[in-house]
């Protein structure tokens, strides 16, 4: 967790907050599937090479392949644009190892919530619906399985539609 929180330690979520909430939040939400160490550990770590400063040769090294791998497979290249990178997060979805799905999932309703709770301020009703449905799109595609999350996710997916809804 402490390299998670160093290595993000500049970043800010779209509300305001300190970036390193969701990835503890993904982690926390895994961990209430009781899944092992090492997916939990990915989810902590998932977006920082995607974002910060951070190889994926220095998560090897730090943490082993295993828990490299996991965030291998869901870094998405920042040198695209982002309407490319969201489709890609489509395509690749099916190909996700069942650990890899499993923090995707968790990694989504953690963004479906805080679209449900603090939506970014600049995010009008229809950017918010738009979101909510690409994060509905993604986890459809992933491998089946993990059934319990994705209850949680059309749970929690109702929930911030709702809010939205009622936002409108």
Known sequence: CEFGDIAHI??????????ITHPIAVAEILA??????????AAI??????????????????FGAQIAGIVAELTDNKALEKAE???LQTVHAPGKSPAAALVKICD??????????????????VRQIAYLDWA???????PAG????????????????????ARA
């Open 10 to 19: 500049k970043d800010k979520r779209k509300s305001g907050e300190p970036y």
């Open 32 to 41: 209430g599937f009781r899944l092992d160490r090492d997916t939990i550990i």
């Open 45 to 62: 770590l998932h977006d920082t090479v995607e974002d910060c400063a951070v190889s994926e040769a220095e998560l090897v090294t730090r």
């Open 85 to 87: 990178r969201k489709r």
């Open 108 to 125: 989504k309703m953690s963004n479906i919530r805080a679209v449900e709770e603090t939506p970014p301020v600049h995010w009008d009703v």
């Open 136 to 142: 509905e799109s993604v986890v459809e595609l992933l």
């Open 146 to 165: 993990a059934d319990p999350a994705r209850q949680e996710f059309a749970k929690r997916l109702r929930d911030a539609r709702a809010a939205v809804a």
